[in-house]
């Protein structure tokens, strides 16, 4: 039987806590300042051991990023409910005099970008309106810093690709706009750029199994029923793929 496991990460400039539940196939995820009651998000898992395994990686993924494991945590203060979609890389807003954490994208990613003339290794925190962001995805705009008003083109297989530009915020794509476009299915879709002036966005899935290179992806801005997702190439590719 799994037994809770409580975590805590406190830097001088952020103290949090983050505690993780498993009961057969569904995870239960509680995380937030220390001294709150926190928030808890839920997620079902096709079987126990793709529960166990995802658990396990989010463990690693703590401990990579400062966390400490402590004793069980106090009972007094129950939680506040507020279920939400999960991923399995959770929820970020971290400040930006904290350290660096440990990276989850591949170094590639970062050469590319940076030989595309942007800022790698900055620090950004993520826009106030983003309630909710993986961390991989989190990291790609915190991270990595594009140069104002820089656009690029792109030839990705049989693909012209004009004006892709990473300068807007990172946004989480609605749920009833993934519902009406095909190919959505099981995925849970972050915006990180656009092209052609913004009439397509540029995304990541917070579901990718590879986050270190996810997949991107490419929709209308405003798609209409029956519109499919483009699906492209790893990120690292597609970066390799821009010309000015």
């Known amino acids: 039987m799994f037994a809770k496991r409580r975590f805590e990460f406190d830097d001088g400039h952020s103290s949090k806590f ?38 396990a990686k989010l463990i690693r993924e703590k401990l990579k990023k400062g966390y400490r494991e402590v004793t069980r945590a106090p009972t007094k203060n129950k939680p506040t409910s507020r279920r939400a979609r999960a991923t399995t890389s959770g929820t970020v807003r971290r400040a930006s005099n904290s350290p660096l954490p440990a990276r989850l994208l591949d170094e590639a990613i970062y050469r590319e970008a940076g030989n595309k003339g942007a800022r790698v290794n900055q620090r950004r925190e993520l826009p106030r309106s983003v309630k909710r962001c993986p961390d991989f995805i989190a990291e790609f705009y915190e991270n990595i810093v594009w140069p ?71 929709v209308d801005h405003h798609p209409e029923p029956g519109d499919r997702l483009e699906k492209y190439c790893k990120l690292s590719k597609f970066l390799r793929c821009l010309e000015n």
Not at 26 to 45: D, S
Not at 149 to 167: H, P, R
Not at 178 to 205: P, R, T, Y
Request: aromatic share 8%; proline share 3%.
């Open 18 to 55: 983050w505690e993780i539940d498993l009961k057969a196939n569904r995870q239960t995820v509680r995380y937030g300042k220390l001294g709150t009651a926190g928030r808890i998000m839920e997620k079902r898992f096709s079987s126990k051991e793709a529960a166990r395994a995802a658990v």
């Open 148 to 218: 104002k008003g820089k656009v690029f083109d792109a030839i990705i297989g049989d693909n012209e690709l004009y004006s892709v530009s990473f300068e807007g915020p990172v946004q989480e794509v609605p749920h009833e706009i993934v519902q009406v476009i095909a190919g959505c299915k099981g995925k849970d879709l972050f915006g990180v750029g656009s092209q052609e002036g913004g009439n397509k966005i540029l995304l990541l899935d917070g579901n990718d199994k590879n986050m270190s290179d996810p997949t991107v992806y490419e």
